[in-house]
């Protein structure tokens, strides 16, 4: 009974096998025990006694067995029952951890399914935000154009929109001259270094 009692706190199948097998080699008449879980061997021929073979199965499957050498029928008959009892309940644990060792393993796929379709959407999120954002800088300046008459204004103006939507980090418009000499340039979101940028553009550096 305490063996039967045990059985569900088995760490592993290994261990399990042990628990059986110290526990049932002490029942009266037993000369010797080996449980096999999804194998079969025979016991050592050096032992004397009939074979008692139980079977590890359930509804579903069967897991192995549990394998008896009984020196001393007599003594072992009132036992019998409780070892069938025993590989039922091993089976049933077998099965269960087994079952419960598959859920979990389905649910870390499905963990990781779920991460990877959320920083999917979010990266489809941030494209649109961005996308939306550029989107309102454009309309921005199409109403832009349609009032302001001065150049200057305009394309400084167009560069300041682009970047406070936030669509753009920086934004920069060059008119060149005949000759292919960048001229006057209207820039947002650059720091002080615009102006060498510029320079190396005129060298057809950048």
Request: with cysteine; glycine share 6%.
């Amino acid at each position: 009974l305490l063996l039967q009692s045990t059985l569900n706190v088995a760490p592993d199948e290994e261990r399990l096998c042990e628990m059986m097998v110290h526990a049932l080699e002490e029942l009266p008449g037993v000369a010797g025990c080996k449980v096999f879980i999804q194998g079969d061997a025979d016991l050592a021929n050096s032992l004397n006694g009939r074979r008692f073979r139980y079977l590890l199965s359930t509804s579903e499957r069967q897991y192995g067995s549990i394998d008896l050498c009984v020196a001393d029928e007599t003594a072992f008959d009132p036992y019998d029952a409780f070892v069938g009892n025993t590989a039922n309940l091993a089976a049933l644990y077998i099965e269960n951890a087994r079952n419960a060792q598959a859920v979990r393993q389905i649910n870390r796929t499905l963990e990781a399914q779920v991460a990877e379709r959320t920083a999917a959407l979010s990266d489809s999120a941030k494209r649109l935000d961005h996308l939306n954002r550029v989107l309102s800088a454009i309309r921005n300046v199409n109403q832009l154009i349609t009032h302001e008459k001065d150049r200057d204004s305009l394309l400084e103006t167009a560069c300041h929109m682009l970047v406070e939507t936030r669509g753009y980090q920086n934004a920069w418009i060059g008119l060149v001259d005949e000759s292919g000499v960048m001229g006057r340039c209207y820039q947002a979101g650059f720091d002080s270094e615009f102006d060498a940028v510029i320079e190396l553009l005129n060298q057809g550096i950048a």
